[in-house]
Each structure stands twice: as C-alpha cells, then as structure tokens.
C-alpha cells in the first residue's frame, strides 16, 4: 500500500471514530473528575414538588420547601427522606454504642446552648429519649448516654437550649407537629407513635396519640385548623376540598378553632395548593379564667375550680309533695295533722303551702315543718256542717332567701 493510501485510509478511520461517538458518559469514561473550575454545576434535580417515584441515590431539591428543609434523598425505591435541619445544625450516626461523643471541635457549634436530639434508625426514624444528655460549658462537648447499646443519628442544634437538653422554645417540640412534604400534602403528628406518644390531656382524661397522618389537598382556597377534639381524637378542620388517612378526622364547615379544643396549627391554601408554611397554634403553658358572674361563686379546691351559687345574693328552694287522706272533720273543729317528708326541711323554715282544687270549702288549713324534713299539714271545718275532704294531692315549697 501507498504512502498516500495509508494515509487516507487512516484519515477514514478517525473520521468514523470521531463521528461515531458525540457524547461522554462521564460515570465509565472519566476519572478523578474535578468541576471546581465548571462556572456551576448542579447535582440535584429541581421542582416545586417531589416526584411520585425515584430511585436509590436520586436527590432533589424542592423550590417550594422551606430554606434548609428542602433538599431531599432518595433512600428507598420511591421514598424521599428530606436531608438536614438547617443552619447551626451538626448530625453523625452511631451503631451499637451505649455512649455517644461529639467533641466541641467536631460539631463547630461555638455554643453550649444546644438542642441536642437522638433519632433511631428505623424508616422513618423516630425519637429516642436518652439516659443522659451532658454539655460541657466550657469545651462544648456533648455526652449521650444509653442504658443499652443503640443504633442511629445524633442531631445537635445551636439553636439554644439553655446549657442543657431539651428544646429551647416551645415551638420547637415535636409532639403534634405539622410539616410540608409537597404542595399537596402535609405530614401531621410524624413523631407520635407507640414508643413516643403525643399525650393531651382534657379535663381529668389523658389521651395517647401514637399515629401520624397525612393531608391530602385536591382543591379550594382557604385555611385548614389542625386541632384535638374534645374527645381526644386529632382533627383538621377546614373549608377545602381535601382528604386525612386513618389516624386523623377531617370535619368540613371549620371556620375557626372549635369551643374545648386543643389549638394545634393552621395552614393556608390557595387554589388547590398548600402554602410553604403555617401558624403554629401549640400552648405549651395555657389557664382557663372562670370568672363569677352575678349569684355565682367559685371556690378553688385543689386542681379543680367549683362554681356554686351565691346563696347570699339568689334564693334557694326546696319542694315536695305528697296524696294526703282526712277523715270526716266536725263543724268548728279540726283534724289531726298529717304529715309528709321534704329532705333538707328544717325546723323553723317558711312554708308556702300548695291546697289542691278539691278543697271543700269552708276548710281552712296550716302547713309547717314539725320536724326535720317533715311537713305537717293540718286541715280546719268552718263550712257550717260536718264535711270530709276527699283523698287530694297536698304540696310544701321552702324558700331560703338572703
């Protein structure tokens, strides 16, 4: 072969590989890929909504979640686990450890003021309550400790809390908590469960709630009321067009938080579409003023307040009645008494006296009480002839007034 042929035929050849090919996968025909100096790059997918399905290792970040609530992974075939809790916040896992240390210089919090929570590793993960939890004042570091060897995240937030565990503000508690997952659906009460139960109490009864729901929006515009029923059970009320899984009640023509509930949050939406956020309406401290009103009193006994009447200020009675039988009664002459029970009569009590209509008359008659919860009833003939009043329904009415 020819010098020039050699050369056309390997002119070819590159032509063909060149067009062949038009685009990199850089997953198997890259190595140590640095984009440091790409004008930017973007890792995750973007919506207003997560996807109905994903696979493991998929992320994104959804545009209508709040700031540092919004980006989620793929964890499992179609479930997204959103990722993070924000500025000031440090996370690391641990498995089968009965201590957990995270030293000052590691979680760069700057703070001993911390929110300090544990969650397991179940999906979702729930709430653990720890042994003890220990913050240096002076180094930062944080110590938790378990009575068993436990498996599962550690979350510490600057958020403040006082140089020791727990929440910092009430807002901050998770108990009944109400959360955006996407534009049409909202996670009620994710943290209650068997082991970690939201508890409410109403009047001398506790109730344990221990599922979670969803709400599922599908229309309307207006407000939503997430609250506990007087009867304990979780409710939303609302004025939308929507839908709540087993574990709450959704009661339509809710325009305000019902008379005896327990406020919880409210949630905004507008044509068919969850607002990015709500109110929080949670009372970790809370009273009830009973206030007397004119001829009532209130007397405090312990943990209950009793409303009684003012027997200063509004007259009480009492009254009773019984079917009394005379005998024949002479002229001039009166019979002996009769008597019937009122409990609660006292000696010297007032008595308005009730005859019944078939009285004869010309007969004349005292009622008063002659003993403790006794009426006696004495009858009297001055008809002019001898007459026997038939057997006849006899009423005493006391009044006490002030």
Known sequence: MSFFKQNAVCALAVTALCQAQTRVDLRTQSKSVDFSAASSTKPSQTGAGLPATCTVGQTFLNTSAQPGQNWYVCTASNVWTLQGIG???????????????VPGTTHQLGT?????????????????EPDSIVINPTTCDVVVKFATPQSGTVVISAAGGGGSAGAGMAGQLRDFLVTRISATTLALGANCSSSTPCNVRLG??????????????????????????????????????LTCTPGCTAVSGIASFPVNSIPLFTWAATSGSWSISGADWRAFLSAKTVAAGAGIITLETGPQTQVAIDSAAVPTYITGSTTLTFPSIPQAACANELTFAIPGAAVGDSVAEGWPSSLPAGLLGIMRVSLPNTIAVRLCNFSGAPATPPAATFRATIVRSF
Do not use: R
Not at 87 to 101: D, M, Q
């Open 87 to 101: 500025i000031g916040t440090y996370s690391s896992t641990f498995a089968s450890v009965t201590t957990v240390t």
């Open 112 to 128: 001993a003021k911390l929110l300090v929570e544990i969650y397991d590793n179940q999906n979702p993960a729930l709430l653990v």
């Open 204 to 241: 001398g009864a506790v109730y344990s709630i221990t599922q979670g729901a969803t709400v599922t929006l599908s229309g309307g515009t207006g407000t939503a009321y997430f609250y506990v029923d007087a009867t304990g059970n979780l409710t939303v009320g609302h004025n939308l067009v």
